[in-house]
């Protein structure tokens, strides 16, 4: 073990040219990062859980309640035997072969088969209320990370002149506004990482596990090594858009279309100018080439670089299917559900058209409801990017690679 832990904690890799950990220990007059102060993050993860539950369950659910909103889930499904059968035995989405079997055996017509299906995989979906109360949890802890970042790096020499990330590197005293900050956003990602297990399920659950694994990884990476100075602007920056996410859903939950579209539009634009415009060429170009430049590059540097240029591709990525959403509503008139869609939808769509109604396209700023109690801005009451980004939050929140975050 103690070979382990010596080849894990090389000098050579962690550190610069002729610096060591015995350099790094703290002393009456000088305090460092050292990698033993993140062992409090996981009991504090742990309370984090807790006082969500706490959160959810007396300030979030009232606050649905007094907005009216239910916790009616999906449409259920019919009880058959025959399809239960299928759907806990064999398939939960059945191919056209098999449709066309128990289409004859049952004598439904295939549609209403499919129908059957979908309302189905939908039963265990989450209600209205139940998102609701999620979202306003993430609003809250964003909203206040943020604004605490906004306050600590207003007065730091390095949130003006990013050089100042790199002056006398790595000798930087720890500060505990800084030790806060780390620590708070890192519990908060750990709780999201074993949440994400008991959460709402959504398409891109693979790609929000590793964007909180990379997010968490990073805060820890940048701690270690003492790039404490830049690590907070990359957290401060992911966490500028997130709240502002959580607060669109809400509004798409509560029904107030026109804030939801009014929140959306500032979401997008924050998320996007602040991925692809502020991080390249605020954050990108100080820990490439303004570190290259004062203190040079070294092991760990290009491995910390590689992740945050990885962190860049995930943004490119939302910013995408942010954009994409936005092309569909200006363009074709039209906001579609989130393709990370926990609800499908479309059975209700179909439902409307067995029955004889017209469906119509509307405009973003006009929502409708639907059977599953959101409006038509989203089917499903979700965004692209949650909390992530995310959220949030961005290696999302370090809030929703919602947000990566050193």
Not at 2 to 29: C, I, M, Q, Y
Not at 42 to 67: H, Y
Not at 86 to 106: A, H, M, N
Not at 338 to 343: L, N
Request: proline content about 4%; hydrophobic content about 45%; aromatic content about 18%.
């Amino acid at each position: 073990m103690a070979g382990f832990s010596a080849w894990f904690w090389n000098e050579r890799f962690w550190l610069p040219h002729n610096v060591t950990w015995a350099d790094l220990k703290n002393t009456d007059g000088a305090e460092y990062p050292q990698a033993s102060d993140l062992h409090f993050a996981f009991p504090l993860a742990i309370g984090i859980f807790f006082v969500r539950l706490a959160f959810e369950r007396f300030i979030a659910k009232p606050c649905a309640v007094s907005l009216r909103i239910q916790a009616n889930g999906p449409r259920r499904a019919q009880p058959n035997a025959i399809l239960e059968k299928v759907f806990t035995s064999i398939t939960k989405s059945p191919d056209e072969k098999r449709l066309e079997g128990l289409s004859k055996q049952l004598d439904w017509d295939i549609r209403k088969i499919q129908r059957w299906f979908r309302h189905r995989r939908n039963e265990d979906k989450p209600s209205t209320l139940t998102k609701f109360c999620e979202s306003m949890w993430r609003l809250a802890f964003y909203f206040y990370i943020f604004f605490y970042g906004v306050r600590f790096l207003w007065k730091a020499p390095w949130f003006w002149d990013t050089r100042h990330c790199w002056y006398n590197y790595p000798y930087q005293q720890l500060e505990f506004d800084m030790y806060y900050y780390y620590i708070m956003e890192l519990s908060f990602y750990w709780s999201l990482m074993f949440s994400q297990f008991t959460d709402i399920k959504r398409k891109d659950f693979l790609i929000m596990f590793l964007h909180h694994l990379a997010t968490v990884g990073l805060i820890t990476f940048s701690y270690v090594n003492n790039m404490v100075r830049v690590g907070t602007l990359v957290m401060c920056l992911h966490d500028t858009s997130d709240f502002l996410l959580e607060a669109a859903k809400l509004a798409n939950y509560a029904k107030y279309q026109r804030l939801c579209d009014s929140l959306f539009v500032m979401f997008g634009f924050v998320f996007v100018s602040s991925r692809l415009g502020i991080y390249p060429f605020w954050i990108l170009n100080t820990t490439l080439f303004e570190s290259w430049e004062i203190i040079g590059p070294y092991p760990s540097w290009w491995v910390f670089n590689v992740l945050l240029l990885l962190l860049q591709v995930l943004h490119a990525i939302w910013s995408y299917l942010i954009l994409r959403i936005a092309y569909k509503a200006v363009v074709k008139g039209k906001v579609s559900k989130d393709d990370r869609s926990d609800i499908e939808s479309s059975s209700d769509e179909e439902d409307a058209l067995t029955n004889g109604t017209k469906l119509h396209h509307h405009s973003p700023f006009k929502g409708t409801t639907n059977a599953n109690g959101t409006n038509g801005h989203l089917t499903t009451g979700t965004w692209v990017g949650d909390h992530y980004m995310a959220s949030s939050r961005t290696m999302c929140n370090m809030g929703e690679v919602q947000k990566g975050q050193p």
